[in-house]
């Protein structure tokens, strides 16, 4: 991704996008203008505003619409390991350069976390790899090697899941703690803690026969309950609730006239754009007298104008289409879910099943402990699709969710017959009568496969028209990010 960003940010012209671009304060060196020739391709749009973060603070009102955790980690990173290249390098180089490592890092974190995550909830080692190779071309993949906060909240969502499908509840909780300092989205996370202690519960109170009084009393149970979830969530929560704390007293206060001196340039900046500073003559913006004055929600209503049904306009349309690949994929996962097991969905997946109590757990997407990664799913895809800018769909729930890339690979070791064997010759496809017992020798043994992804790439006049759509979908807005995003033209 680093080599094709810098290709195609030398070959194709910057498009004049009117985005948050601030001046680079001071003047960039020769280093500084050669990584920026290198790299520049990777703080576009909002990278922008998590690089000046990491600069500069919350300098701007708008800025708080981005979570501290990443940018911190940014400059934690160029002060730190890349501390010795200073006299080469302005901090804003830095900071780019960290953002660049930092990904990288994270990316190959969150596959692996992916893959373990896949294992455990699967069971079944074969899909989990196909899952974990598709995030590695994932379709926002572009988002996971730029200057966003992609790729850390991806490896933070998915390693806090695995080591919940552990029992390591606490520690878990931790993660989707830190998660939530990343993106807004990671509030949602504590769904799975409370589903989780939810399903046991009721888990143990249907298991309960014969003698009954070995178990706690249910009073007991409750507050246990009660207070394990109450403590995690608050502990989700927390990062948030800091925050904007943190946004109130630096935007609604008085001013301590301990606020560093702001340059000329920016103070123009915010004079030429509207946008609006620190208080420091008394004048409040408008949610500081709110009930509950929370900026991340003002922003986005009134900055970008995100709220229910306001981007169904006739010119949005494009960005419509621009989503509809990954709306019909989480659409059609939910379906296909629902289908095979409607009564676990109707119960909620808290009615015990036979197989469980047989000790026989069943494998593969359609298996009863993917119930809450399904609706997870569609709660984010339902939620982006009728309140946000829907463009950012494809990263949103990319990042975000399993589903995407378990469903993909469902689909593609169910439907393509260059995947129901582990011969070499590929040219003899199994029978579809066969497909269910070599998927569960060969993909859900032991032994992990060798890779799928490039087995079917290198025989793509083979494999099935879906596998071309969904194989397409992924390296086309893998490519087709690098291309548009990198040059500020709208990729977002």
């Known amino acids: 991704s680093v080599f094709f960003q810098a290709l195609f940010n030398l070959l194709i012209p910057d498009h004049a996008a009117d985005a948050f671009s601030p001046p680079r304060l001071p003047e960039p060196g020769l280093w500084d203008l050669l990584l920026e020739q290198l790299l520049g391709g990777l703080s576009r749009w909002d990278a922008e505003h998590f690089l000046f973060i990491a600069e500069r603070g919350y300098l701007y009102e708008h800025n ?86 992609e790729s850390t909240f991806a490896f933070l ?69 009660a207070s394990s979830a109450v403590l ?26 301990l606020e560093p001196t702001i340059p000329k340039p920016l103070l123009q900046l915010a004079l030429d754009k509207g946008y609006r500073l620190v208080a420091t003559d008394g004048d409040k913006p408008p949610w ?12 986005q209503d009134a900055y970008w104008n995100v709220g229910f049904l306001r981007y169904f306009e006739l010119r949005q ?9 990954i709306t019909l994929l989480g659409s059609w996962a939910a379906w296909t879910y629902i289908i095979a ?6 119960t909620l997946g808290l009615e015990r099943r ?43 729930l990319g990042s975000s969710s399993p589903i995407l890339y378990w469903f993909s690979a469902h689909l593609l070791q169910e439907r393509e017959p260059l995947l129901w064997s582990e011969g070499t010759d590929h040219q003899t496809a199994a029978p579809r009568s066969e497909q269910s017992l070599r998927g569960q020798s060969g993909s859900c043994g032991k032994r992990t496969p060798e890779n799928p992804v490039v087995r079917l790439l290198l025989n793509c006049r083979l494999i099935t028209p879906l596998g071309k759509c969904i194989l397409g979908f992924f390296l086309s807005f893998w490519l087709l990010g690098l291309i548009l995003h990198c040059n500020f033209l709208p990729w977002t």
């Open 354 to 396: 036979k197989s469980e109590e047989g000790g026989k757990p069943s494998a593969g997407f359609c298996c009863p402990a993917v119930f809450v990664y399904v609706v997870h799913a569609t709660v984010l895809l339902a939620f982006g699709f009728f309140c946000m800018h829907v463009q950012v769909l494809t990263r949103f």
């Open 157 to 225: 969502a998915f390693s806090a899941m695995w080591q919940l499908e552990k029992g390591q509840s606490w520690l878990s909780g931790l993660l989707f703690s830190l998660a939530s300092g990343v993106r807004a989205n990671g509030l949602i996370n504590a769904g799975f803690f409370l589903y989780s202690r939810g399903k046991c519960f009721a888990l143990q109170l249907q298991g309960v026969s014969g003698p009954v009084r070995k178990l706690p009393p249910l009073w007991k149970q409750l507050l246990s309950l």
């Open 64 to 149: 708080c619409a981005f979570f501290p955790l990443y940018p911190l980690a940014l400059r934690a990173l160029a002060e730190g390991a890349l501390w010795p290249l200073q006299r080469l390098l302005r901090l804003r180089s830095r900071l780019l350069l960290s953002a660049v490592l930092l990904n990288s890092l994270f990316s190959i974190l969150a596959a692996a976390a992916l893959y373990k995550l896949g294992c455990a909830v699967l069971r079944c080692r074969g899909l989990a790899f196909l899952a974990a190779l598709l995030f590695s071309l994932s379709p926002a993949n572009v988002f996971m090697a730029a200057a966003y906060s």
């Open 232 to 257: 995690v969530c608050a502990g989700i929560f927390l990062p948030f609730a800091l925050f904007q704390y943190y946004a109130y007293v630096r935007f609604c206060g008085a001013g301590t006239g």
């Open 288 to 299: 500081c007298s709110q009930r509950f004055p929370v900026v991340y929600s003002y922003i």
């Open 317 to 325: 349309i494009p960005n419509f289409l621009l989503a509809l690949p």
């Open 341 to 346: 097991n409607p009564r676990h969905c109707l």
